[in-house]
């Protein structure tokens, strides 16, 4: 008996540490002002992204002899942050910080999960509250990340209020009110 318990409870502590944590949802207007981004866009396309960490020192620890993996993928695993960015086809902008003004953006986020990634369905319409992708810590100059590389990518996550348009009709309306 005793052994069955602590197996339910070892594996209830590996799902709790794998799984998203927020602190709650804010508000909308909370929501609204602290972002950089706020629309109503149609997800158009998907593609699986990696963001490179040091990759020389990922050669220098990587073991020719090591079969079991070749470098790139030991330094896939190892090195690099692996996120989706969605294509999007604005449908009505409430917000957006940049000069930077298009009707097609990328919102790029996490693969869900533990690591709090919003699970975009292609063809669906969102609500998407986003921040600049330069704000992001991995976007650090030591990654070779530069402003104009970044401008019309926003992140997002599940710890915002992005959610399907159709379960959002009340954060609409309370936007259009902050907006007046």
Same mark, same amino acid.
């Not at 330094?75 to 690099?80: A, C």
């Not at 942050?81 to 969605?86: E, F, G, L, V």
């Not at 957006?96 to 999960?113: F, M, Y």
């Not at 915002?160 to 009340?170: D, G, M």
């Given at each position: 008996? /005793?052994?069955?318990?602590?197996?339910?409870?070892?594996?209830?502590?590996?799902?709790? =540490?794998?799984?998203?944590?927020?602190?709650? /949802?804010?508000?909308? =207007?909370? !929501?609204?002002?602290? !972002?950089?981004?706020?629309?109503?866009?149609?997800?158009? +396309?998907?593609?699986?992204?990696?963001?490179?960490? +040091?990759?020389? $020192?990922?050669?220098?620890?990587?073991?020719?002899?090591?079969?079991?993996?070749?470098? /790139?993928?030991?330094?896939? /695993?190892? $090195? =690099?942050?692996?996120?989706?960015?969605? =294509?999007?086809?604005?449908?009505?902008?409430?917000?957006? +910080?940049?000069?930077?003004? !298009?009707?097609?953006?990328?919102?790029?986020?996490?693969?869900?999960?533990?690591?709090?990634?919003? #699970? $975009? #369905?292609?063809?669906?319409?969102?609500?998407?509250?986003?921040?600049?992708?330069?704000?992001?810590?991995?976007?650090?100059?030591?990654?070779?990340?530069?402003?104009?590389e970044l401008q019309g990518i926003y992140n997002t996550n599940d710890c915002t209020r992005t959610h399907l348009r159709r379960f959002r009709k009340e954060d609409i309306d309370e936007i259009l009110k902050i907006k007046k």
């Amino acid at each position: 008996m /005793r052994k069955h318990l602590f197996t339910i409870l070892l594996l209830m502590i590996t799902y709790w =540490s794998l799984a998203c944590s927020c602190d709650g /949802r804010s508000k909308v =207007s909370v !929501a609204y002002n602290s !972002a950089d981004l706020v629309v109503l866009a149609t997800v158009v +396309d998907s593609q699986i992204i990696h963001i490179w960490s +040091d990759t020389l $020192f990922a050669r220098s620890l990587y073991n020719d002899s090591q079969k079991s993996m070749t470098y /790139r993928e030991f330094k896939e /695993r190892h $090195f =690099s942050i692996r996120m989706i960015d969605y =294509s999007v086809e604005v449908d009505t902008l409430f917000k957006q +910080d940049t000069i930077h003004q !298009a009707s097609k953006l990328i919102i790029r986020t996490g693969l869900g999960g533990g690591d709090c990634g919003v #699970e $975009f #369905e292609i063809g669906e319409s969102y609500l998407i509250y986003a921040y600049s992708e330069s704000s992001v810590v991995y976007t650090e100059e030591k990654l070779g990340r530069s402003e104009e590389e970044l401008q019309g990518i926003y992140n997002t996550n599940d710890c915002t209020r992005t959610h399907l348009r159709r379960f959002r009709k009340e954060d609409i309306d309370e936007i259009l009110k902050i907006k007046k």
